[in-house]
């Protein structure tokens, strides 16, 4: 039972590199999610899809971007990365999004460093 | 937007003592709050949840309580074993996103 499966799992870039992550479910979920979690600060909400066909922005959007390929696969964009995008990126999906008691379900993480 | 605040940032205890972690939130429409454990190398994984008309819910060793009018919730865990070390995150919810607090490392001794 897979789950969400995020991929790479590491990745080094120098700064101005561009790179997709890439992530797929396979509950049948309808809403995913991009998080990148910084020592201290928990993890931020990037961008976040309700469902096929819809992205928002989260807190933190800028210096990416993202596509919602179909109902499994959800990719955050880095078009020119920059050494404040070092981070763990964490691709997440839950049934539905904003249901009272909604859980999410996480990827195991993606860890890039910007040079 | 929420703000959640977590203390301690970490936490070291002996094998079979107790172990708390609190958070507090700042937007009283905050009405579900879950905490999730991330062992190492891994994604957070929800282990207990509780919602905003109830006080306290517990699952085996670990309980969270909720107080609405102190807008803070806490995660208890009674008999720390050694693979309950991990990092603990709570969050609240409402308006249809999460806000995690900043996470607390829990180190069980044997």
């Not at chain 1, 990126?89 to 890039?112: H, V």
């Not at chain 2, 905490?35 to 994604?43: A, C, P, T, V």
């Amino acid at each position: 039972n897979a789950g969400v499966t995020q991929t790479p799992k590491f990745q080094v870039l120098k700064t101005g590199q561009s790179m997709t992550l890439q992530c797929a479910q396979d509950m049948n979920h309808n809403s995913m999610y991009w998080y990148r979690q910084d020592p201290g600060m928990g993890l931020r909400l990037i961008y976040y899809s309700a469902s096929e066909g819809t992205t928002d922005k989260g807190e933190v959007p800028n210096g990416y971007n993202v596509s919602r390929l179909n109902k499994r696969e959800f990719s955050l964009r880095l078009e020119s990365a920059a050494p404040s995008q070092t981070s763990v990126y964490f691709c997440a999906s839950s049934e539905t999004l904003g249901g009272l008691g909604e859980k999410l379900f996480f990827g195991s993480g993606t860890q890039l460093s910007v040079l | 937007g929420e703000n959640v605040e977590q203390h301690p940032s970490t936490l070291s205890v002996q094998e079979g003592d107790s172990a708390v972690i609190k958070c507090t939130y700042s937007d009283s429409a905050s009405n579900y709050f879950p905490w999730y454990k991330q062992e190492l190398g891994k994604g957070p994984q929800l282990i207990i949840d509780i919602r905003s008309n109830v006080g306290e819910k517990k699952d085996q060793r670990i309980a969270v309580t909720l107080n609405k009018t102190a807008k803070h919730f806490s995660l208890h865990i009674t008999e720390t074993q050694p693979e309950d070390s991990a990092v603990y995150f709570c969050a609240g919810h409402n308006f249809n996103k999460f806000y995690f607090g900043s996470g607390t490392k829990l180190n069980v001794k044997p």
